[in-house]
């Protein structure tokens, strides 16, 4: 009898599987998941899988006692998915890649190998492509998940302060959710996101002295206090961009365009704004255009192409990187480019 065929008279001798394996039910899963941007279906039913203490073990030689939990391979995984929880079929073992691979690599999930000879679990998976690689919830992650209603959070945000990836994914998460309301923005939305999420993750030390995001006064009062300070004089003549900022430590200025009609960091306007900063005696100055999400950004540079080189992107719905724009020419003769021929 193949797998799959145990697998459905399992599903058969329960007619509709409804547990909740160590105490927890999906919903916990699923808000846990929710942090980290992995609350995706498939995620939270293969970690419900790896919590599952009632099932003996699908290894055949697994010794008595054996659970589900203590360790499954991707085919236990598809199936238990599958089959057991969903009644219909295994998961395609080819998309492990999007239900075992991002809990993986945050350390939610850790691989094992099932020492059939000896009857163990051992860590990793010393035996490249063997039926016995299996995988199975690393214990503080499972710790989360058990935790009661008054410690799990808690625990969630010290488990993701130990790990710069796993932050990456809060951060990703946040902004998932923060983006759902700047689709179709307006722009003034997406410069709030800028300055409450760009600014402190990859320009810390530098001070918003400038923001363009009314159709009234454009240089207010306490604007130009805080171009004052930073010895910058904005005249007619110069373009306004959305966000002007200023390092006091390098002095160094950055300007941010916040894009959802036109208003790219282009050659133009590089060029006049690095005029002022070479007016105002300026160290230097950098650039970022940022979009609402990826299909602004696609929709606007494959009509127009018009992203200034040495300038950074920035999407506000895949908020944890920023792209930098490079010319290839400057690539070239740098030697970090190689062109093969024949």
Request: aromatic content about 8%; proline content about 4%.
């Amino acid at each position: 009898m193949s797998l799959e065929e145990k697998v459905r008279a399992l599903r058969e001798q329960r007619a509709q599987y409804e547990t909740r394996p160590q105490g927890v039910g999906k919903d916990r899963i699923r808000a846990v998941l929710r942090r980290i941007d992995c609350d995706t279906i498939d995620m939270v039913d293969v970690v419900f899988a790896l919590l599952d203490n009632e099932m003996d073990s699908w290894f055949s030689k697994a010794p008595e006692g054996t659970k589900f939990s203590d360790g499954a391979t991707t085919a236990h995984l598809g199936s238990h998915v599958g089959i057991l929880q969903r009644g219909g079929n295994k998961l395609d073992r080819e998309g492990r890649d999007y239900w075992i691979k991002p809990l993986r690599d945050l350390g939610a999930i850790e691989p094992i190998y099932f020492d059939s000879d000896r009857g163990i679990f051992i860590p990793g998976h010393p035996v490249p492509k063997s039926s016995n690689s299996a995988y199975r919830l690393s214990e503080g992650f499972r710790a989360i998940l058990v935790a009661s209603e008054e410690d799990w959070k808690e625990m969630l945000t010290d488990w993701i302060r130990e790990d710069r990836i796993r932050e990456r994914a809060e951060l990703q998460a946040r902004m998932a959710e923060r983006s759902k309301h700047i689709v179709d923005t307006k722009h003034s939305d997406l410069i709030a996101v800028c300055k409450e999420v760009y600014v402190p993750s990859f320009l810390p030390g530098y001070q918003v002295i400038f923001v363009d995001e009314t159709d009234g006064e454009r240089v207010t009062g306490e604007a130009l206090d805080s171009l004052s300070e930073a010895g910058i004089a904005i005249t007619l003549k110069d373009p306004m961009p959305d966000i002007l900022l200023w390092d006091p430590s390098t002095d160094w200025l950055w300007v941010i365009e916040a894009v959802t009609s036109d208003g790219e960091v282009d050659i133009h306007k590089l060029s006049q704004l690095t005029q002022l900063a070479d007016r105002s005696g300026k160290a230097g100055i950098g650039f970022t255009t940022a979009y609402p999400s990826w299909k602004d950004a696609a929709r606007r540079q494959s009509q127009h192409k018009n992203i200034a080189p040495n300038t950074f992107i920035w999407i506000a719905e895949d908020p944890s990187k920023q792209l930098h724009v490079l010319e290839m020419l400057r690539l070239i003769n740098s030697g970090n480019w190689r062109i093969d021929a024949d």
